[in-house]
């Protein structure tokens, strides 16, 4: 029970206030206060159940405003997702752009350097061929020079070949007249010098000459006539018989004789030949500027 008075605590079965001495009547009071405490319960009741459904009513707003904002933070994680992934294409292409435009930085830098390369190139080829005009003109003149030489030559050359061919007939007439003929057995006695048995045409390649061997009587298109696995050239020199077996039967005394002489075919062709005093060999003389050469090299025109 509550004194009226002082407002405080006081037994139930109290006829004073124990604080304050005021007189208290249990029987009037205690129902008051029964009353006005079923009144403060229902109040506390209704306070509660007010607070309770302001509760409820916060908590399922902010539920729902949570739910909302739930919603919208998927979303916009969805959204940022999604933005995540454009900016990733985005900057993937823009990867390949900034390389295509290095390339195409490159090109063109290489283009300006060829375009430079090229412009500088033009000035040299200007410069060079101002350079090659002079040359040519230069050229030009030398080559009238070289032209009139040539024509000069030419005369010159024809005047040669005229005297040669006088020179040629000379020498012939003189192996004429100085010669003796001898037949081809005779000729084989004497040995052969490895001098003037060479020269072109020589169709099989064995060293002799196609006159030598026309006079020699071997084959000009084998290089080994007896094909006994020796070089006709070789036999020759050897003293072999290129043409059969055996030898060629040389005779030093018989050659000794012949020594100085000039010797004409008189079984093949009229060839000539010359018996050197030195070696007693017996020399081809071909051609008659390869007659006039051997025996000039052989001192007999010196005599």
Not at 14 to 42: D, H, M, N, T
């Amino acid at each position: 029970m509550i004194c009226l008075n002082c407002r405080k605590q006081i037994p139930d079965n109290s006829s004073a206030c124990p604080f304050c001495g005021k007189e208290v009547f249990p029987a009037e009071q205690l129902p008051k206060e029964i009353g006005y405490r079923r009144y403060q319960r229902w109040f506390f009741y209704l306070i509660i159940v007010l607070v309770f459904i302001g509760m409820s009513g916060m908590i399922v707003k902010t539920y729902s405003e949570n739910t909302k904002y739930i919603e919208a933070i998927t979303k916009n994680m969805t959204t940022l997702k999604d933005l995540q992934a454009k900016l990733g294409t985005t900057e993937k292409n823009l990867e390949a752009k900034n390389i295509e435009l290095a390339s195409k930085t490159g090109e063109l830098e290489k283009t300006l350097a060829d375009l430079v390369a090229k412009e500088n190139e033009k000035i040299e080829t200007s410069a060079q061929l101002k350079i090659e005009k002079e040359k040519l003109a230069s050229t030009t003149a030398e080559f009238k020079t070289v032209l009139d030489e040539k024509v000069e030559i030419s005369k010159n050359l024809e005047k040669c070949q005229l005297d040669i061919g006088d020179t040629n007939a000379n020498i012939y007439n003189l192996i004429i007249k100085l010669g003796q003929g001898i037949s081809n057995k005779d000729l084989a006695k004497i040995p052969a010098a490895d001098a003037n048995l060479g020269g072109e045409p020589d169709t099989d390649k064995d060293g002799l000459s196609d006159m030598a061997e026309a006079a020699l009587g071997s084959n000009p298109k084998k290089a080994d006539t007896d094909t006994d696995g020796f070089n006709d050239k070789v036999e020759l020199l050897k003293g072999f018989n290129y043409l059969g077996t055996g030898s060629l039967g040389v005779d030093t005394a018989f050659a000794a004789k012949q020594k100085g002489k000039i010797l004409l075919q008189v079984q093949a062709h009229g060839e000539a030949w010359y018996v050197n005093p030195a070696d007693g060999k017996k020399y081809f003389l071909g051609k008659p500027a390869e007659a006039f050469r051997v025996m000039s090299s052989l001192g007999f025109l010196k005599k």
